[in-house]
T-cell receptor, first 117, second 111 residues
């Protein structure tokens, strides 16, 4: 596909369960970002991958959140022991080059809507 | 106080109206200013990008940055129902060398 894809599009889970969210960036994009969007709130930065460099995890809200990027392409965001406050839309974005995240156009996926009951 | 403030709306206007969307910010280090458009159940898409102060025009859209007032605006001329979306301002770099996003303004253009 031409754009960033994310799966699943919707996820309903029970409090305490683990969830995995997947992001397929645009082919050839070296930078990948995860954001969280809560109702009426701006995009909250979570984690950033750039090539083979160590990821910037400064936005992860707790140690229940982790992410990996395999082979410089697909990324998985894992939330362990989910809580109701984790309910949000999780957006993934990729960009071609990074000289600072703000310098390059970020292309967003459609998001995964997570609801924790 | 949030680093970037944006009125959530909703803002409802008739087709053909001029729309003004605004954000204020507190971080004087911001140099890059962007507007993203997000349709329902879609990811944001970059609409306008401005470096430092001044105006930038692209078709019906004009972005303005006033760094002295820490205020940015997006104007939409001859608004169309297809412009109905949430508009998010974004700016950087923040302390983490990333973008800081506003909460978004929901715009509804009625035919």
């Amino acid at each position: 596909g031409a754009g960033v894809s994310q799966s699943p599009s919707n996820k309903v889970t029970e409090k305490g369960k683990d969830v995995e969210l997947r992001c397929d960036p645009i082919s050839g994009h070296t930078a990948l970002y995860w954001y969280r969007q809560s109702l009426g709130q701006g995009l909250e930065f979570l984690i950033y991958f750039q090539g083979n460099s160590a990821p910037d995890k400064s936005g992860l809200p707790s140690d229940r959140f982790s992410a990996e990027r395999t082979g410089g392409s697909v990324s998985t965001l894992t939330i362990q022991r989910t809580q109701q406050e984790d309910s949000a839309v999780y957006l993934c974005a990729s960009s071609l080059v990074s000289g600072g995240a703000f310098k390059e156009t970020q292309y967003f996926g459609p998001g995964t809507r997570l609801l924790v009951l | 106080q949030k680093e970037v403030e944006q009125d959530p709306g909703p803002l409802s206007v008739p087709e053909g109206a001029i729309v003004s969307l605004n954000c204020t910010y507190s971080n004087s280090a911001f140099q890059y200013f962007m507007w993203y458009r997000q349709y329902s159940r879609k990811g944001p898409e970059l609409l306008m990008y401005t470096y430092s102060s001044g105006n930038k025009e692209d078709g019906r859209f004009t972005a303005q940055v006033d760094k002295s007032s820490k205020y940015i605006s997006l104007f939409i001329r001859d608004s169309q129902p297809s412009d109905s979306a949430t508009y998010l301002c974004a700016m950087g770099p923040n302390a983490g060398n990333m973008l800081t996003f506003g909460g978004g303004t929901r715009l509804m253009v009625k035919p």
